[in-house]
């Protein structure tokens, strides 16, 4: 039975002022760069492991906005395709955020974590992201590169920017209207500082050069397309705008040759998802779910289709997958409600103990 390997790239944008102030990605101040450790911690053990300094987590499993966390979703997919005879591999790439704390899953046939609080990006790459992906395009797999990034969409906002002259508005995990305009204003320093000394010309080595220009998702994923040998096809690219700018920027310098399959929600294309794709034209693929959240019975899950969660942990990319493995609509939400509901029973279990 063919293998999926699953690999997520875990960072936070911890440079950024007051970070919880600009993302619902997270717990609060000075707790935000725990999100994508716990995250994959969900996804792999059922449970997040590492705690949280000083802080009693409490609560019934949901989100702010009472949706539930594409962890939780992924989960369910990924052993989905587990319990249908898949091998699945898991590979987690930590650049400053603590490594996952996990056990070895039954359903996992390798569960590796690389990196971690002091990582050095450009070593994490060399040694590990770079050597891994290749041999799993050596072996045929299908191989997925996700994310998990707190903070980063608002780089990836500033790169847009300056790569598409589109004066695009915040995207990320948060609908607040005090975050957002937060957001906004740290996006007009940047800018502002940026183009005081380089007339408005985008320079993908100068942005990469200044730590106050990009976030380590970035920096990586520049990095590891401009190793990649040209006769090797890529990995799938599963998320949204995290990904689609510095694969954009890659192009545009140069470092990208081969075309690039991105599979996302299709609500990543709401707002101005759709304005920025038209400028990878005709070199990459994108691939979007149909599966509509609105059938299932849970009101966790049908809170996505209203945009107020839209993409993370490669929710998107294990979406596409399932539909073109052949799983059907019906299939793939009682997958996905199963894995909610064994989520929000620990939450229930701690309420009770």
Partial sequence: MKTICFNILNASATHLPDLHKLSDAGVGRNLMHY???????????????TSLPGVKV?????LLNRGVSPAVLTRGLLRMFYQAGYKIEFNSFNFNVHRPRV??????????HFGGLDADTSTLVGEHLLPTLVEQSER????ILAECGVGGTTFSTFWLR???????TPAGSTTDQ?????????????????????????????????PEYHDSIQQALCELLSRWPENMALPQFCGGMMFVAPLLACRQANKLAQAVTINTTRWVLQGDGQQILDYMQPWYRLNVHSTNFNTSKLDCLKIYERGQVVEGCGLGGCLVLAEQLGWEETDIIQALEQAVEQHLNHFEQEILA
């Fill in 35 to 49: 999100t994508p450790t716990r995250d994959t911690e969900l996804i792999v053990c059922g449970q997040s492991q």
């Fill in 58 to 62: 409490s609560g019934d499993g949901l």
């Fill in 178 to 210: 005090h975050k957002l305009a937060n957001k906004a204003e740290i996006l007009r320093q940047l800018e502002r500082r940026y183009l005081a000394g380089n007339d408005s010309e985008f320079n993908l080595d100068k942005l990469l050069g200044d």
């Fill in 140 to 143: 045929g797999c299908i191989s």
């Fill in 103 to 112: 056990t070895q899953q039954s359903w996992l046939s390798q569960n590796q």
């Fill in 162 to 168: 300056l790569l598409t002259g589109l004066k695009l």
